[in-house]
């Protein structure tokens, strides 16, 4: 059963880069099935997705983020990884990172979730 | 962008009734619709994909259905556990994936 687990600060002061690395297991992060993404919900709202990189490390990201946010992925440690740049306190939201299904356009494992506040 | 609007924003219910939650997209996404529950502090969980499949290990009481620009789910005899939050999710490979808003399933 794979499984996803988020881990990094979760205090960012405004201006600074956001960072956080989802470490999968039970299943290799290699491979064209699957993408990995990160997707973010503010308190009591609902859910954006950020972007996307495939095992190839080519990324598609929300123009809404405005070139801010960055993703990366490591295969040989089964990691991917977001930088969120320039952030602010509209930032503060809980970060997940999903196994996107390449097929079917959808998310179908997530990792817990990682809440991370902006403030100075 | 492609937006998606969910109606209702909240539904009250009771347990044993069967409930419909509402999906419009703004455009055309064929069956690009995915279904997730979502419950306070944890990760959404997917339901139904390809607007009407069924992901594995979920209960057939869940269904969707619809293409185009609306969609269904349909919950028949709610349970104690089905109580929480829907989303709807579309995917276009030139916009990217965008959620409807929520809906949220009380108990009435």
């Known amino acids: 059963q794979v499984q996803l687990q988020e881990s990094g600060p979760g205090l960012v002061k405004p201006s600074q880069t956001l960072s956080l690395t989802c470490t999968v297991s039970?299943?290799?992060?290699?491979?064209?099935?699957?993408?990995w993404s990160w997707l973010r919900q503010p308190a009591g709202k609902g859910l954006e997705w950020i972007g996307r990189?495939?095992?190839?490390?080519?990324?598609v990201y929300n123009p809404s983020l405005k070139s801010r946010a960055a993703i990366s992925i490591d295969t040989s440690n089964n990691q991917f990884s977001l930088n969120l740049s320039s952030v602010t306190a509209a930032d503060t939201a809980t970060y997940f990172c999903?196994?996107?299904?390449?097929?079917?356009?959808?998310?179908?494992?997530w990792g817990q979730g990682a809440l991370v506040i902006v403030s100075s | 962008d492609i937006q998606m609007t969910q109606s209702p924003s909240t539904l009250s219910a009771s347990v044993g009734d069967r409930v419909t939650i509402t999906c419009r997209a703004s455009?055309?996404?064929?069956?690009?619709l995915a279904w997730y529950q979502q419950k306070p502090g944890k990760a959404p969980k997917l339901l139904i994909y390809?607007?009407?499949t069924l992901e594995i290990g979920v209960s057939s009481r869940f269904s969707g259905s619809g293409s185009g620009t609306e969609f269904t789910l349909t919950i028949s005899s709610l349970q104690p556990d089905d109580f929480a939050t829907y989303y709807c999710?579309?995917?276009?490979?030139?916009?990217?994936?965008?959620f409807g808003q929520g809906t949220k399933l009380e108990i009435k």
């Open positions: 999710q579309q995917y276009n490979s030139y916009s990217g994936y965008t």
């Open positions: 039970g299943g290799s992060i290699s491979g064209s099935t699957y993408y």
């Open positions: 390809k607007a009407s």
């Open positions: 990189v495939f095992t190839s490390g080519s990324t």
């Open positions: 999903a196994r996107g299904w390449a097929v079917a356009g959808c998310f179908d494992h």
């Open positions: 455009q055309s996404i064929s069956t690009w």
